[in-house]
């Protein structure tokens, strides 16, 4: 039986489930608060999937079952012409997949030409403040910065995430800003209270935007005084 539809938006909060793990969609995506799902060859390879397009047709079939309204899957290939043909090949699966694409010079050349057949895109990998230029100025519906590994490198994250942000106002709010390597619910909520509006996490995080001593308190005291 298929599931509702959420609700959709070009602006407001978007939410989305950064796993290919099926038990990870039945728990998480019927409660109706991600937009979507996002995947990667990495994402895919600790799930025990292989980068090929049955496994991820099967893949965006069950995700597309849920209240949600986007899948993201990454094309492969080093080569303008291979990232162009896989991300075609994805984009044919169902008009709802955003075809991923790493921010590097053929990659940028494939984005380009995706978006003009009408393929939606993310540009992902990205590290600097510029690549969410180049992102939208190729196009990209979406640029995905690592915002963990950002701050890994000793970068002021929330910094760099409100450059590409005011980058993006200037290019016109076409491309939306997707962070992605959060490690915890309070860089999602620190963000969101900087004016990010578009996040991409794994189960971990998924479970600490629930994590509170306090409410679980409450919510036991709730239930016990309902029993009485």
Known sequence: MAHRVAPSSRTGLRLFLDTADRAAYARWLPTGLFHGVTTNPTILERSGLRSALPVLADLVETVLRYPVHEVQAQAWGTETKALVQTGRALGAIDPRVVVKVPVTENGMRAVCELH?????????????????????????????????????????????????????????????????????????????????????????????????????????????????
Do not use: K, W
């Open 116 to 228: 003009a057949l009408g393929i939606r895109t993310t540009v992902t990998a990205v590290y600097a403040s510029h690549q969410a230029l180049t992102a939208a100025a190729a196009g990209a519906d979406y640029v995905a910065p690592y915002f963990g590994r950002i701050n890994d490198a000793g970068r002021d994250g929330v910094a760099v995430m409100h450059e590409m942000r005011a980058i993006l106002a200037t290019a016109g709010d076409e491309t939306r800003l997707l962070v992605a390597s959060l490690r915890s619910a309070d860089d999602v909520a620190r963000l969101a209270a900087a004016g990010c509006d578009t996040f991409t996490f794994g189960t971990a995080v998924a479970e600490g935007l629930f994590a509170d001593g306090d409410t679980a308190a409450a919510s036991r005291a709730f239930e016990e005084a309902a029993a009485r």
